[in-house]
T-cell receptor
Framework: AQSVTQLGSHVSVSEGALVLLRCNYSSSVPPYLFWYVQYPNQGLQLLLKYTTGATLVKGINGFEAEFKKSETSFHLTKPSAHMSDAAEYFCAVNSGAGSYQLTFGKGTKLSVIP | GAGVSQSPSNKVTEKGKDVELRCDPISGHTALYWYRQSLGQGLEFLIYFQGNSAPDKSGLPSDRFSAERTGGSVSTLTIQRTQQEDSAVYLC???????????FGQGTRLTVV
């Protein structure tokens, strides 16, 4: 069984400040990990994913995440927040190659304060 | 099309009525998924299609829910005798076989009154 925990349902940062959204997972097999972003009244857009290889993954819009197996974490960061980053962010896991079902966290709503 | 298309974007229905939600996946994508997004429950997996077959229907919440896919393309999610707890955003996604990347549509917001 897999599960995802996102710490903090709401996070507020000032424009230009560091963005850190936390994600911890549990999986009985080596996981594939994803971050999706959802803007109001929109679907989910893939920000980045970790499958194998390099544990620091860079995505779109300046976001990156680091897979830390020892901590079972996949936190999302961005050095400098922009107003356009305000959205809801979802961490997700699946069981890797051949697996199709994503298990999502409950989401973290990011607000950016001007 | 360029992306996953869902229709309608919004649907308001009366309790007890049946509804059909449509999903047009990205052309050539063999895998198609339905998820439900509701307050308090987050994103829940409903069903997965590989081609026209649904090897995993485990997420369908009750026998009022059914889905089909024809021609390896368009899928329809049907909810019979809708209840207020069915109110949610229903998201469809598609991917290539073996790919870990699923592309999501904008969803259908269903409100049961």
């Amino acid at each position: 069984a897999q599960s995802v925990t996102q710490l903090g349902s709401h996070v507020s940062v000032s424009e230009g400040a560091l963005v850190l959204l936390r994600c911890n997972y549990s999986s009985s097999v080596p996981p594939y990990l994803f971050w999706y972003v959802q803007y109001p009244n929109q679907g989910l857009q893939l920000l980045l994913k970790y499958t194998t290889g390099a544990t620091l993954v860079k995505g779109i819009n300046g976001f990156e995440a680091e897979f830390k197996k020892s901590e079972t974490s996949f936190h999302l960061t961005k050095p400098s927040a922009h107003m356009s980053d305000a959205a809801e962010y979802f961490c997700a896991v699946n069981s890797g190659a051949g697996s199709y079902q994503l298990t999502f966290g409950k989401g973290t709503k990011l607000s950016v304060i001007p | 099309g360029a992306g996953v298309s869902q229709s309608p974007s919004n649907k308001v229905t009366e309790k007890g009525k049946d509804v059909e939600l449509r999903c047009d996946p990205i052309s050539g994508h063999t895998a198609l998924y339905w998820y439900r997004q509701s307050l308090g429950q987050g994103l829940e997996f409903l069903i997965y299609f590989q081609g026209n077959s649904a090897p995993d229907k485990s997420g369908l919440p009750s026998d009022r829910f059914s889905a089909e896919r024809t021609g390896g393309s368009v899928s329809t999610l049907t909810i019979q005798r809708t209840q207020q707890e069915d109110s949610a955003v229903y998201l469809c996604a598609s991917s290539n076989t073996g790919s870990t990347e699923a592309f999501f549509g904008q969803g259908t917001r269903l409100t049961v009154v």
